[in-house]
């Protein structure tokens, strides 16, 4: 199982009653689109005595076995909460060009932006340079696909 989401508690390193070898644990949030927009919340164990190196906050992505961890709660009654016994979690670095994205034309005369999706057709249309420096920006128009043929 892979599981993409945000660390939501530092790591803690504890150790196994059993066979007395290291692990770390956490809690990780996984952030879901739709109808239904609440997190599910995840305990993960990763199975390594060497830190993971993740903070609070980081986009991680665990890979593991996915478990139901029942126990009795302090307040006496049973509860439950999913585990994941993982072999890697690995920390996410979102690419530069998202990060910095400029705002002003000053600063994106030397981009070239050009967005494509296999479904849609389209087609490029070029803009004269407005001075000898800036270099020839291509514009991507996207044509609205026709649906009404599948539906016939």
Known sequence: MQVFGNVATVPVRKESKSTGKGYYE???AEAQRGIDSS???????VMKDEDPLLDKGDFVKVTGKLKADFYIG???KPSGTLLIIAFEASKIAKPAALKDEPTSKAQDSSKVETRATESA????????????TEPVRVTVQQEEADWSTLYN
């Open 26 to 28: 956490m809690r990780l």
């Open 39 to 45: 997190p599910t919340f995840y305990t993960v164990r």
């Open 74 to 76: 302090r307040d006496g």
């Open 121 to 132: 057709p389209e087609r490029a249309t070029e803009q004269a340079p407005q001075s000898p």
